[in-house]
């Protein structure tokens, strides 16, 4: 079968430039797909991270410093941008502009502002289809909850509690890095970093915040630098957003948290939906296992949790039994940010309806997170205007 190749440039070849490499190289694992990633090309301000690529992935020939190099090159049809988040405006404004598609990094803009313009350079190219990381949702018990939730299984909604905790900062001779400095990591901090995570399904259900009261913390203040030296570590470590959500024809609370500093836990993405008619709730901590508590008026109170099995969005040849992992999320999410632009492409629909996280899912983000900032600033309440622009 000849798939379609979308040649691909990387710009930035740290953590997640390489879990693309990865993803790109175990494409087979996909088994109906009819398209396929090949990185043609790279760059890193830092040639050693190109470098990895060139010594790892044959299909690389092309390896640069300079991202404008990459996007003068006519031989690349897209481009996955993961650099520090204070150059995703410039960036990602001057890839859209040279008509690349884009799978770019969260937050999308450090802060609205840069987030305006990377709009704006979307405005005025809408035929380049361009997407915003997000992985978790492509885990198998998350599609299942995604389809109650269209479905409208749950009844009416009682609560909702998302979070995405790390734990790693507990450690305070963790060395300081940029997504510890407001400069490179934004005065969102641990929102900017974890928070799209959390929004990008509350968001693609319409479940739009109304109200945000925050309760942001700073728990380690100094980090040691590549000397030892102690320097500030500025950036928020955890923000607990307590939000009054509206929905079609509902209001409910919708609890979300970003931790860096949850102990114990290492990447811990969670969603829990409560309702009337259905209760549902998982955890990437246990990665197989979904609970869920259907009800009847009068009828019996009782959770039931199952293993869920390896079924992806897309078809792969791993066993039913098997367990879905980081890594086949990172997969699942490619194929969908591909599918999508061989489907614009051949002038056909997706394969299946779940698409990545879209620029007006991340210009929400960056609603909720700016209302976040205020309402820790004035400790109060902070409504968030839906229809005013950002
Ligand atoms: N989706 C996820 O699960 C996930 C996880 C971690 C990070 N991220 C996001 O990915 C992005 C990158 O994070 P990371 O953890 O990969 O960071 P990283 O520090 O590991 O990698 C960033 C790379 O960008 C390079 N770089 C810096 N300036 C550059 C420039 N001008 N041109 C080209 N390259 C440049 C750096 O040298 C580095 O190799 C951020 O937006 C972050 O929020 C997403």
């Known amino acids: 079968m000849s798939r379609r190749v979308i040649r691909f440039g990387v710009i930035g070849c740290g ?11 175990r494409w087979c694992h996909l088994t109906d797909v009819t398209f396929e990633p090949r990185i043609v090309a790279v760059c890193d301000a830092v040639p050693a991270a190109a470098q990895w690529f060139s010594d790892r992935v044959p299909s690389v020939q092309y390896a640069y410093s300079d991202y404008k190099e990459l996007l003068a090159n006519p031989e690349i049809d897209a481009v996955y941008c993961a650099v520090p988040h204070n150059l ?4 990602y404004t001057d890839i859209i502009a040279s008509g690349k598609h884009l799978l770019g990094e969260k937050p999308f803009g450090i802060d609205a502002e840069a987030n305006r313009r990377i709009r704006e350079a979307l405005d005025a190219r809408p035929d380049v289809i361009v997407r915003c990381a997000s992985e978790f949702p492509f885990f198998p018990a998350v599609q299942q909850m995604v389809q109650w939730v269209n479905e409208g299984k749950f009844g009416r909604i009682i609560e909702v509690e998302a979070g995405f905790w790390h734990s790693s900062d507990l450690d305070p001779t963790k060395p300081i890095n940029w997504k510890r400095r407001i400069a490179t990591n934004g005065e969102y901090g641990c929102m900017g970093d974890l928070g799209m995570h959390v929004l990008h399904l509350p968001l693609r259900f319409g479940w739009k915040p109304r109200t945000v009261r925050a309760l942001l913390s700073n728990i380690v203040l100094e980090r040691p630098d590549a000397s030892g030296a102690p320097v500030p570590c500025e950036t928020w470590d955890n923000a607990i957003l307590a939000c009054d959500a509206t929905a079609e024809d509902q209001s409910f609370p919708l609890v979300m948290s970003m931790k860096r500093i949850a102990p114990g836990h290492a990447n811990t993405w969670f969603l829990r939906i409560a309702g009337t008619e259905l209760s549902a709730e998982y955890s990437t901590k246990n990665p197989k296992q979904l609970a869920s508590m259907p009800y009847r008026p009068g009828g019996k109170q009782a959770w039931q949790v199952a293993d869920v099995p390896y079924v992806g969005a897309y078809k792969a040849i791993t066993g039913s039994i098997f367990e879905f992992g980081f890594s086949d999320s990172i997969l699942q999410m490619w194929a969908a940010f591909c599918d ?5 492409i051949d002038g056909r629909a997706m394969m299946q309806p779940f698409y990545c996280a879209t620029p007006a899912e991340a210009e929400g983000s960056h609603r909720v997170f700016t209302a976040a900032l205020a309402s820790q600033r004035d400790t109060s309440a902070v409504a968030i205007d839906w229809e005013e622009a950002l």
Do not use: Q
Request: net charge negative; aromatic share 4%; glycine share 4%.
């Open 15 to 25: 953590l997640m430039g390489k879990e693309f490499a990865s993803a790109a190289a």
């Open 88 to 91: 995703h405006d410039r960036l």
């Open 340 to 344: 999508e632009v061989a489907a614009s």
